[in-house]
């Protein structure tokens, strides 16, 4: 069966309204034939369809479908790429999946470097498995942001950090993507001593002359687990090392956005606290278009913190019972901040924070998304917790609630005895979980509109 061959149809949507079947195989809209997801998506875009479908044996038929604008289908397929997911074919010097322990789930082991999860779900790629035809069908349906693991423009450093000979052809490829305005956010992994000083500065003025193609730059420091033999030799950024590069892009930034009106360029936020030094205000990071890859996460998590603190009323307080959270080690004193902060506004507040070292992949790993099930029982067990443990999100496979090393949020209950919530990288979500309000299970997730109206009264 192929991949494009509908294995549902919603009911009451336009394909079944239009009597599409179940075991159909999708060959054409409107003539252009569909190989995967943006084929499908841009040309179902329209509100006037002629639908070519397959049946298994090999009869065609065409059907019509009218439509709204932008209206979806309702056809669900084997996968939600409508084709095998691209892996990645590179051998990065730095790549955090070769240092991985054994014996973990599979799918933690797959590397993707897919053009069109960048598109759909904001993945970052190197452009190096990109085909000319696919790079030119990308400009033809203006797909856009993608999102560019760029990491040097150097292309002999690029070709030795990425493992690929021909890794040098993706900033080529950049260059062609700005010049038919698609726009793009990059990413760079910085390595000590590899691609940051002298080579950082080369990567940015590149990136720049891109502009406004190149829409946002993030610097982020490389990840190093105690699962290293045989790898490259690489080392976690030392505080004056990762001072130098706060300072470095910071430099760079403060002359762009003289010249633009835009930074362009941010350091994520473990760089801050690799050097010791103060997040920069909320103002700094802009529209924090950089905020999945942990630029400005605390800084927007603290003022949304402050924010919903002050929309507490006194009904809301009054319910304040004791809580603990677990967290990384390196957000551990902001978390505690917070916590100081809701004690000044409602002295019943009794919370604990606990940093958790992270044993599974080695005390280098200081964030909290990779802090494991394991790590939280043999930590906090004996210790006062309270009536609930409050843990970030990220801990969690995404929608699920199983640690990365297949613990499970229940198997932390039974074993510590006390409630888990886990909240989102939300400021709202973690005020509302500190005194006890009711948060959605698993994350919190994005501003709902009851979220939304509860912190913005009079707004209904």
């Known amino acids: 069966m192929s991949l494009t061959s509908v294995c549902r ?144 423009t150097d292309r002999q450093l690029r070709a030795m950090m990425l493992g690929h000979k021909t890794a040098g ?16 956010n990059c990413q760079i992994v910085a390595c000590p001593g590899i691609n940051d000083g002298a080579a950082l500065d080369k990567t940015l003025s590149d990136l720049a002359a891109m502009y406004p193609a190149v829409n946002s730059v993030s610097v982020v420091p490389v990840g190093v687990t105690k699962f290293r033999e045989g790898l490259y030799p690489l080392k976690p950024y030392t505080r004056e090392q990762a001072e130098a590069v706060v300072e470095q892009v910071e430099r760079f930034a403060a002359v762009h956005k003289e010249k633009t009106g835009t930074s362009l360029v941010w350091c994520s936020d473990e760089f801050y606290l690799i050097a010791g030094r103060d997040l920069p205000d909320e103002a700094y990071f802009e529209e924090f278009t ?62 604990r924070v606990y940093p958790i070292e992270n044993d599974f992949f080695g005390h280098t790993v200081v964030v909290a998304g990779l802090v494991t099930g394991g790590d939280l029982i043999a930590q906090l067990r004996g210790k006062p917790l309270g009536e609930r443990l409050l843990i970030p999100a990220s801990m969690l496979r995404s929608g699920e609630r199983v640690f990365l090393d297949d613990v499970s949020v229940d198997d932390v209950e039974r074993e510590l005895g006390v409630r888990v919530v886990t909240v989102a990288q939300d400021g709202y979500d973690l005020c509302d979980a500190m005194f006890g309000i009711d948060v959605p299970d698993v994350g919190g997730g994005p501003m709902t509109e009851d979220k939304y109206y509860r912190y913005n009264p009079g707004t209904r």
């Open 9 to 152: 149809v919603q009911r009451h949507s336009p394909a079944d309204r239009a009597g599409v079947r179940v075991g159909e195989t999708l060959t054409h809209i409107n003539e252009k034939p569909i190989v995967d997801v943006l084929d499908y998506k841009f040309y179902a875009y329209d509100t006037r369809l002629t639908l070519t479908l397959q049946n298994p044996e090999g009869k065609v038929r065409h059907v019509r479908v009218v439509k709204h604008e932008g209206e979806d289908l309702g056809l669900e397929f084997e996968t939600y790429l409508m084709d095998r997911a691209r892996c990645c074919a590179n051998n990065c010097i730095f790549c955090f999946v070769d240092q991985l322990p054994p014996n973990m789930r599979q799918t933690l082991y797959f590397k993707d470097d897919d053009a069109r999860l960048s598109f759909l779900m904001g993945n970052y790629i190197t452009l190096t498995n990109l085909s000319p035809r696919e790079v030119q069908r990308i400009i033809d349906l203006r797909v856009s942001p993608v999102n560019v693991s760029v990491h040097t």
């Open 169 to 184: 052809r993706g900033i080529d490829i950049m260059e062609q993507f700005a010049r038919a305005g698609i726009t793009m």
């Open 290 to 351: 950089q905020l999945d890859n942990g630029v400005g996460m605390l800084r927007l998590l603290m003022s949304e913190f402050g924010r919903a603190l002050d929309l507490l009323d006194d009904e809301e307080m009054a319910d304040a019972t004791p809580f603990s959270i677990a967290t990384g080690v390196s957000a551990a004193p902001f978390l505690a901040k917070l916590v100081e902060q809701a004690r000044g506004k409602c002295p019943k507040v009794d919370g």
